[in-house]
């Protein structure tokens, strides 16, 4: 392990460690808002109804964020995200989308990847503001992300910062669905697996445009992995989650380069 990712990891467990200490000594005043009705739900979230569910009743959301660079837990920050809402495997129509003041410059070489400059972040909603409207609409979902992890962590880290706690929601990563699929292990990006799935490449890498990909890639693979009566809990035992947060999900293997997540 090198120096700068045992720093990385250092900082990533101080967070931990500071909302653990913040939920124990918190105590809302009279009339606490929206924000302490959210960390009283994260606290009480049991997935065990969700689980149960046929696969074609489930309620999923496609999740997908563009950053300033790869480290959460490094000063790295979102500057987009998109979440989209599936009834089993198919799309509702029901979308969120927003770019976000990332509270810093956006370096070039991350620009260069996802065209998304300072200039088109300003005036954008800081994250605790997006956040607002983030978690009431992933509600009780399955989350679903082509090397989800990245994404959880970025949005873990805020939310222990608002309400001081995680999303403890089942979470599935697509390049686990298309290992389980293939039997090939290693990394595969998102174009890669949408090019062996026959989906179209539109959007790379904007946050609506790969979770769009990500979902196609998910009508595409659960089918073939899963009878018509599987439940939730038969596609994550198919393909066990790679997330680092959320019910039996094992640590994600670390970054990814530059314009494969």
């Known amino acids: 392990m090198s120096f700068q990712r045992l720093l990385i990891e250092l900082r990533e467990l101080r967070e931990l460690l500071r909302a653990g200490v913040r939920r124990r000594l918190y105590h809302p005043p009279p009339g606490a808002g929206r924000r302490y009705d959210w960390r009283r739900r994260l606290a009480g979230y049991d997935p065990s109804a969700l689980l149960r569910t046929p696969l074609m009743d489930a309620r999923f959301v496609m999740l997908d964020t563009e950053t300033t660079g790869l480290e959460a837990y490094g000063g790295d920050e979102i500057v987009e995200i998109a979440l989209l809402e599936y009834h089993g495997l198919e799309p509702t129509g029901r979308e969120f989308w927003s770019r976000v003041d990332p509270g810093i410059p956006v370096p070039p070489e991350s620009t260069a990847i996802h065209g998304i400059g300072d200039a088109d972040v300003a005036g954008a909603p800081h994250l605790d503001t997006v956040m607002e409207r983030i978690l009431p609409f992933i509600d009780d979902a399955v989350l679903v992300g082509h090397h989800i992890a990245f994404d959880l962590r ?34 595969h990006a998102l174009g890669e697996v949408a090019s062996a799935c026959n989906v179209p490449l539109h959007d790379r890498h904007s946050a609506r445009g790969d979770a769009v990909i990500c979902g196609s890639i998910f009508r595409y693979l659960a089918p073939r992995l899963l009878a018509g009566d599987a439940t939730v809990a038969d596609l994550l035992a198919v393909a066990p989650p790679a997330p680092e947060y959320g019910p039996g999900n094992a640590p994600d293997s670390g970054p990814h380069p530059p314009g494969t997540h």
Do not use: D, K, S
């Open 154 to 187: 970025f949005l873990n880290r805020a939310i222990r910062r608002i309400v001081h706690r995680q999303l403890p929601h089942p979470a599935i990563n697509t390049m686990t669905l298309y290992q389980a699929w293939t039997g090939q292990l290693g990394h």
